[in-house]
């Protein structure tokens, strides 16, 4: 997609930060010229950021419990968290819930997810200068490190199934926040979400209640891990892409 | 993609209201489960919700400059439209800009209307049970008339170069606004593009300023063409897509 005159413009000078809505549209975007911020709110980058903090040694995401299961076949030491319907598969350690990522249960550990919309995410971001993992978690201390690296950020949302999702948008809404005062050039996306955000941000929670999503996840029965995955900067740790493995960046 | 358990989900019972918020996105939608309405609002289908309302018989969007130059060679009696970076292609009777679009100039004419995000969700959106055009131009007769037809409803933003604007979603948005006190089952797009639409209502072209798309149509000198563009409920007429053809529904 390199140099591509269709896609996404950049600024020819300053730094952009733009918010690709979906999987489904990072085709649109020279993801070389980015440093990427996957985001998958509800729950695989929530876990992730809190199992990298409580002392992960890496997290490693799969799209399918079947390559998850593969993990163990290996004969290696692998901690295997897979969910299907909510509901942690048999024969897996534990699933996408953050409270399966404690210190007790994750620390030196290496952790193999099974994470559909944010393996995709990851997986067609592949190109970007860098990758890392963005969640309510870990706003302020991501937030903080995007300003000082002198690079175009993007944003991008896991969505669900390749659809946009509020929860998602929201987030990158509240990244934006941090960083529109420094000067970055916006698209429209990213004005979108940061106007979402602050409808939102008063009550996130609140706020999500009325998407179908929210309906969904209630469903299953998660509300706890919900407002668990809503709190704002409970984690410093920003996890960055290296090979397969997400470990914490240095 | 029918039958596509992946796509987007209808409601067992009662109507869905989603909005596509890209036309990159519409293969997530089983498209045949739904009336569309096409939406490109700078400025493709406000001149068209424009022309067909001051009589045009038929408006045919086609691509590329080169097929609505084929119209001419067909030797039959089109007006011809066609803009490259806002300037009327030489040759051309006129372009994309609604002041075109009068009684004087286009009643009972047909028109071949150049517009590549509009044709491109116009083709993508073919399988759907009807096609219709939005615009704010007809926003309230669109939208009354959407209500009374007991069908799913998807808005399908034509966007900018296949990816996300401002101005397409707020205008879903808008119609949200008319559709969701009438029981329809909304997406998190739709209810995104409606709170958008709560932030924009008390002064659209004053939200759109701050939009990277508004910045670019202001240095291509059609301001009057935006503004002209956001005045809401001019016209009534509801342009429908009979095979090639845009024409007035009946």
């Known amino acids: 997609m390199s140099n591509n005159t269709d896609n996404q413009t950049l600024p020819s000078g300053g730094r952009a930060a733009h918010v690709c809505l979906t999987p489904a549209l990072i085709p649109l975007y020279n993801v070389e010229d980015y440093i990427v911020v996957v985001i998958d709110i509800f729950r695989a980058t929530s876990s992730i950021c809190y199992g990298i903090e409580n002392g992960a040694e890496a997290i490693i995401p799969v799209s399918q419990?079947?390559?998850?299961?593969?993990y163990r076949e290996k004969g290696l030491d692998y901690l295997l968290a897979a969910e299907?319907?909510?509901?942690v598969v048999d024969g897996f350690d534990?699933?996408?819930?953050?409270?399966?990522?404690?210190?007790?249960?994750?620390?030196?550990?290496t952790i193999v997810l099974t994470t559909t919309n944010g393996t995709h995410a990851l997986h067609l971001s592949r190109a970007a200068k860098k990758i890392v993992i963005g969640s309510f978690l870990n706003l302020t201390a991501l937030s903080t490190w995007?300003?000082?690296?002198?690079?175009?950020?993007?944003?991008v949302c896991a969505g669900w199934k390749n659809n946009f999702n509020l929860e998602d948008t929201l987030f990158a809404g509240a990244v934006i926040e941090q960083l529109k005062t420094d000067g970055f050039e916006l698209d429209?996306?990213?004005?979108?979400?940061?106007?979402?955000?602050?409808?939102?941000?008063h009550d996130?929670?609140?706020?999500?209640?009325?998407t179908s999503?929210?309906?969904r996840l209630k469903k299953l029965g998660?509300?706890?891990?919900?407002?668990?995955?809503?709190?704002?900067?409970?984690?410093?740790?920003?996890?960055?892409?290296?090979?397969?493995?997400?470990v914490k960046l240095s």
Chains 1, 2 share one sequence.
């Open 188 to 201: 429209d996306a990213a004005i979108a979400a940061n106007d979402l955000y602050q409808l939102g941000k």
């Open 222 to 246: 998660i509300q706890k891990d919900i407002e668990f995955c809503l709190q704002i900067d409970i984690t410093t740790a920003i996890p960055v892409l290296e090979g397969e493995r997400l």
């Open 84 to 87: 299907r319907d909510g509901k």
């Open 204 to 210: 996130i929670n609140d706020y999500l209640k009325k």
């Open 146 to 155: 995007l300003k000082n690296q002198d690079e175009n950020i993007l944003l």
């Open 213 to 215: 999503h929210g309906e």
């Open 65 to 70: 419990v079947e390559e998850c299961s593969a």
């Open 94 to 109: 534990f699933g996408n819930s953050p409270f399966s990522y404690t210190v007790e249960k994750v620390a030196a550990k």
